[in-house]
């Protein structure tokens, strides 16, 4: 906890709950509003985009789709070879953080327990066409919060699956070629080093082709223009920031000089974009689509990457990403109707395929590119979205 989450925590539990009302223009009753309609909308419309229904029982029954077939070990594979090899810029690993509780990144199990363990019994149901947490039931975000609070104390059982060889075997199964890997600085006391553990285990499994080691610092810590210079000294160009978990305004002044250097040194900000909807509701107020338009406008030589293209706030973040040449969108997460729409309306022009592997398995986010993109018109929007965009920002670094 920093000293910005640990005022928080503390006014919280004060009885004078209106002084922590955020001022109208950072949340306001009418963001509130927009985000119960966002739901209701989704309810609504699902299932009637061009692209009819997509439900499934588990990742598994994605092998209905015709790119797709079970292994002889009931492993999901990608087996069209036309599917171009991709570039995922959405991952992570297993996290042991806090008390750092043993986890071996290089360790090899038989089956991946994602945070949306879809495959296990009973398996649940995948609906393609919701914000991919809207397919977490009341249960499974019950599990899932027991599996975060689990990474901090006594070690997780799905974290332990999460390793750096089986993020490899599901890439490999699923066509995809390198992925971005994000860690997130939490700002704890202590016991607070994804950035330097992940890329350990990169390291001493020699994977760092395929896998690209980003970075993450505490825009709130002691020195974070320090972290920054010296994780960039290192060869990481892709810093992850978000403002939700962190609790930081991508507005605030005081964030502006890290865009500066990183502008500078040629590090790309990967920002979680919008409100998830599952978070605390205390922190919603950080992730409104208008907080992002300073950085993207004040410098428009810095890359931005505004993932889940925004979450449950998609459609202000559109907006922002057509108007700034520096926004491209991480696409993990929309479903079928949002894509199709993205897909209209920038040509797929810096939309960036990600999967959050591992909430969710690779084929998952695989199976909505190949679905929306299933037509002689979009065979190159689907290269653009899988691969060419991501090789095109990687050009900035
Ligand atoms: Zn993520």
């Known amino acids: 906890m920093n000293r910005r989450q640990f005022i928080a925590a503390l006014a919280a539990t004060s009885a004078a709950g209106c002084s922590q009302d955020p001022p109208p223009d950072r949340y306001n009753q009418a963001d509130v509003?927009?985000?119960?309609?966002?739901?209701?909308?989704?309810?609504n419309r699902n299932g009637l985009s061009?692209?009819?229904?997509?439900?499934?029982?588990?990742?598994?029954?994605?092998?209905?789709?015709?790119?797709?077939?079970?292994?002889?070990?009931?492993?999901?594979?990608?087996?069209?070879q036309s599917v171009p090899k991709s570039i995922d810029v959405h991952a992570h690993l297993g996290m042991s953080v806090l008390f750092k509780p043993k986890l071996d990144l290089l360790a090899s199990h038989k089956r991946v327990k994602h945070l949306l363990d879809c495959d296990g019994t009973p398996a649940c149901e995948l609906d393609l066409d919701t914000y991919a947490n809207g397919n977490f039931s009341e249960d499974a975000l019950k599990v899932l919060q027991g599996e975060i609070r689990a990474q901090g104390l006594w070690g997780s059982e799905f974290a332990a699956t999460q390793t750096v060889p089986n993020l490899l075997r599901e890439m490999d199964a699923m066509r995809v070629d390198q992925a971005i890997l994000l860690p997130i600085k939490l700002g704890l006391w202590f016991g607070d080093e994804l950035t330097e553990d992940w890329r350990k285990a990169v390291s001493e499994a020699g994977e760092e082709r395929r896998l690209l080691s980003g970075f993450s610092i505490d825009p709130d810590g002691e020195d974070p223009l320090f972290e920054l210079d010296f994780h960039a000294a290192t060869g990481a160009r892709v810093m992850k920031l978000h403002p939700t978990v962190q609790?930081?305004?991508?507005?605030?002044?005081?964030?502006?000089?890290?865009?500066?250097?990183?502008?500078?040194?040629?590090?790309i900000i990967f920002f979680h974009g919008g409100r998830a909807g599952i978070e605390p509701e205390s922190s919603h107020r950080y992730a409104m689509p208008r907080h992002y338009e300073a950085a993207l406008a004040n410098f428009p030589q810095l890359q931005f990457i505004l993932g889940h293209a925004g979450a449950r706030d998609f459609e202000g973040m559109l907006t922002l990403a057509q108007k700034y040449q520096n926004a491209w969108l991480g696409i993990h997460g929309q479903g079928l109707?949002?894509?199709d729409k993205m897909i209209a309306q920038t040509g797929g022009e810096r939309l960036l395929f990600g999967t959050d592997w591992p909430f969710y398995h690779i084929g998952m986010s695989?199976?909505?590119?190949?679905?929306a993109t299933d037509s002689a018109a979009r065979a190159s929007i689907r290269e653009k979205i899988l691969r060419r965009n991501a090789e095109q920002l990687l050009t900035f670094i």
């Open 33 to 43: 509003a927009a985000l119960a309609a966002q739901r209701e909308t989704e309810r």
């Open 50 to 80: 061009p692209f009819g229904v997509h439900r499934y029982q588990g990742y598994r029954e994605l092998a209905q789709l015709p790119w797709f077939e079970l292994n002889s070990e009931g492993h999901l594979i990608c087996v069209d």
């Open 247 to 267: 609790r930081f305004y991508p507005d605030d002044p005081a964030v502006m000089e890290l865009y500066e250097l990183a502008q500078d040194l040629g590090v």
């Open 337 to 339: 109707t949002n894509l």
């Open 366 to 371: 695989l199976a909505k590119v190949l679905i």
